[in-house]
């Protein structure tokens, strides 16, 4: 018996640490500004390799492996959801920085990941949250997803991406996210949608 899995797809996700992938002009902010991800809620585990990529259900401790590679910066154990249940997300925000006040912009996109690092389709329309944060001041959001089932849902690994940006726009030529201060990403992985 294939357990829940039968019924729902799953997902699993894994922040990929506290580095910085992406930054726009604003570098010496990124020192005075902490962030993270949190996951909660899994429903098992997903772990990557050069072998492939393995879903582990915690009711019954079901496996399967499936052969996508990924490269090795994805290679880990994540914890994994159900497709088309809430994924339990919070980011929070602290201002190590001079400033009294910092008023931030977080967005929040996630993307099908191919095998070879790139994004495909986009799996939730993007989400932004406006708020203020004090020195030495911790702020969390609430940033949980559903991913709901397409027929174009493959298993795998996906991209969650969390950016934090300034409210004013600013702009110019050549400069697609001035107000960005820096991205993040956790990653996410539905293994197929499977019958008995």
């Excluded at 910085?20 to 997903?46: C, P």
């Excluded at 492996?65 to 088309?84: C, S």
């Excluded at 339990?88 to 099908?112: M, S």
């Excluded at 994004?119 to 932004?128: E, G, K």
Aim: hydrophobic fraction near 35%.
């Amino acid at each position: 018996m294939k357990t829940i899995a039968s019924l729902f797809g799953c997902l699993c996700v894994l922040v990929t640490g506290t580095a910085v992938l992406a930054q726009g002009q604003h570098v010496g902010e990124v020192k005075q500004l902490a962030v993270d991800i949190s996951f909660y809620n899994s429903a098992g585990r997903t772990v990557t390799d050069a072998q492939g990529t393995q879903f582990c259900f915690y009711e019954g401790n079901d496996c399967y492996r499936e052969p996508q590679v990924y490269p090795a910066q994805y290679w880990g154990t994540f914890p994994l959801y159900f497709i088309d249940s809430r994924v339990g997300v919070t980011i929070t925000v602290t201002n190590n920085g001079p400033r009294q006040t910092v008023k931030l912009r977080v967005k929040t996109e996630a993307y099908i990941l191919l095998t070879d690092g790139t994004n495909s389709d986009q799996l939730m329309a993007p989400q932004t949250t406006e708020f203020t944060v004090n020195r030495g001041e911790t702020k969390t959001i609430d940033a949980s997803f559903v991913v709901p089932y397409t027929p174009n849902t493959t298993s795998g690994l996906d991209r969650f991406i969390v950016k934090v940006l300034h409210v004013n726009e600013g702009g110019g030529p050549g400069n697609a996210e001035p107000a960005l201060i820096m991205t993040k990403e956790g990653i996410f992985c539905p293994p197929k949608r499977m019958t008995k």
